[in-house]
């Protein structure tokens, strides 16, 4: 698309949940959001310094070195950029950018999913990018802490017939619900990178697997959500 691409991390907790997970019940829920926006990047030069999916870059190193994989070709895995530039300056328009929220699949990433993220940004829209902690594989946070999917989710071959599966997805339901409240709040916070730039009556939702069903939930049972886009989820 025609604008250059920023992008920032936001680790937040919904303190009205509990973490589900944790033995201390009152820790709350943590959620790490990726976002990427429209920017303003004067120097085009810097746009490729951020790795492809930088949060994993080692592990599949890791993974390909214990399957034997020639460490000399590594440096290929390096070579993938993005073509995001962290914490840059959004570009400031007359009327704010809709929005796209992105739910992951079940065990799966975020980071996965960033040609789709930076392709929305490059045209326009402001794209969060959600880890539903505890279901991502791992969620590692800008402090460093890194949290691993929960061993029973991992396991969770077939959700389809899981008798959980309604109460799971109304957990990722509740993240995403939580995720708007933030946005208001950010595009109403003077000092905020967002402040008047997001345009909350046109907000979207797109998912993969299990994210693609939730996102249907969300189409049918939030009003907040105008679209959706249902990638390859099946529904309950």
Same mark, same amino acid.
């Given at each position: 698309?025609?604008?250059?691409? *920023?992008?920032?991390?936001? &680790? ?11 033995? !201390? ?26 790795? @492809? $999916? ?11 070195? /214990? ?14 950029? &993005?073509?995001?530039?962290? /914490?840059?300056?959004?570009?400031? +328009? ?11 699949? @079940?065990?799966?990433?975020? %980071? $996965?999913?960033? &040609?789709?993220?930076?392709?929305? &940004? ?26 691993? $999917?929960?061993?029973? !989710? ?32 950010? !595009? ?6 967002? @402040?008047?730039?997001? /345009? ?6 797109? *998912?993969?697997?299990? *994210?693609?069903?939730? %996102?249907? +939930? ?11 886009? /249902?990638?390859?989820? $099946?529904?309950?």
């Amino acid at each position: 698309g025609p604008f250059k691409i *920023g992008t920032t991390l936001c &680790a937040w907790t919904d303190k009205s949940r509990s973490t589900y997970f944790s033995n !201390n019940k009152q820790d709350g829920r943590e959620l790490l959001t990726q976002i990427w926006y429209p920017s303003e990047i004067i120097n085009s030069t810097i746009l490729n310094v951020q790795p @492809y $999916a930088s949060d994993v870059i080692d592990l599949w190193k890791l993974g390909l070195k /214990n399957s034997g994989y020639p460490e000399d070709n590594f440096v290929q895995l390096d070579s993938i950029k &993005a073509y995001s530039l962290l /914490n840059s300056p959004i570009l400031k +328009q007359q009327k704010p950018y809709p929005v796209i929220i992105f739910s992951h699949g @079940y065990a799966a990433l975020r %980071s $996965a999913y960033t &040609a789709y993220y930076e392709n929305l &940004a490059s045209h326009g829209y402001i794209v969060i990018g959600v880890a539903h902690t505890y279901y991502a594989m791992f969620t590692k946070f800008p402090d460093g802490r890194i949290i691993p $999917a929960d061993p029973m !989710n991992s396991e969770q071959l077939n959700l389809i017939e899981d008798k959980d599966s309604e109460a799971h997805q109304n957990i990722w339901f509740q993240d995403i619900q939580f995720i708007l409240d933030k946005l208001s709040f950010l !595009n109403n916070k003077t000092d905020s990178l967002f @402040y008047q730039n997001l /345009n909350l009556e046109m907000i979207g939702v797109v *998912g993969h697997s299990f *994210g693609g069903s939730t %996102s249907i +939930q969300l189409g049918r049972n939030e009003k907040r959500i105008k679209a959706c886009v /249902n990638l390859d989820g $099946a529904l309950f």
